[in-house]
């Protein structure tokens, strides 16, 4: 079993900054390919950013791309989402996943681990 725990959720105003971080534990975590997700209300869950086990391959949706880094940190059992430059459309509630059989990071990958979430609003 893999257990993931997001945390840095918040208020903040249009073109301010967070930083999520997606803590995993029960797994070697260096095997996992972990991804983010978002939520809004009367919408479909939808792919923000994935990074591959190995680090090297990251993907991100379009409406995010140059504005949110993805990372991790091994060592750490830890993955980050730093969000620039927010914007109201950003609302919503944000989870990261697990990915331990594709290993790819991708926007198909097969996400079998979900944290609980953490809510991020953005103010105009």
């Known amino acids: 079993q893999v257990q993931l725990v997001e945390s840095g959720g918040g208020l903040v105003q249009a073109g301010g900054s967070l930083r999520l971080s997606c803590a995993a534990s029960g797994r070697t975590f260096s095997t996992y390919a972990m991804g983010w997700f978002r939520q809004a209300p009367g919408k479909e869950r939808e792919f923000v950013a994935g990074?591959?086990?190995?680090?090297?391959?990251?993907y991100y949706a379009d409406s995010v791309k140059g504005r949110f880094t993805i990372s991790r940190d091994d060592a750490k059992n830890t993955v980050y989402l730093q969000m620039n430059s927010l914007k109201p459309d950003d609302t919503a509630v944000y989870y990261c996943a697990a990915d331990y059989v594709t290993g790819a990071g991708t926007r198909g990958g097969k996400y079998d681990y979900w944290g609980q979430g953490t809510q991020v609003t953005v103010s105009s």
């Open positions: 990074i591959s086990w190995s680090g090297g391959r990251i």
